[in-house]
């Protein structure tokens, strides 16, 4: 369970990671590339704030 701490860091983290996705080709390639092997941003679409998870499951969506 996140800290009341942990969340903003979570939803900053996640709008840069979006903000990438959308803008960056080669960002998105690498994002793919962990997603395969560690799963991180679809943790966080199971797990995170209600915003995390809405831009997460964007994310992911995005990058299948």
Known sequence: MLSTYDKPIEQMVNAILHTLCYNDRTRLQEIWRDESVNGTITNLSL?????????????VEYIN
């Open 47 to 59: 797990n995170g704030t209600t915003r995390a998870k809405r831009k997460d499951k964007e994310i």
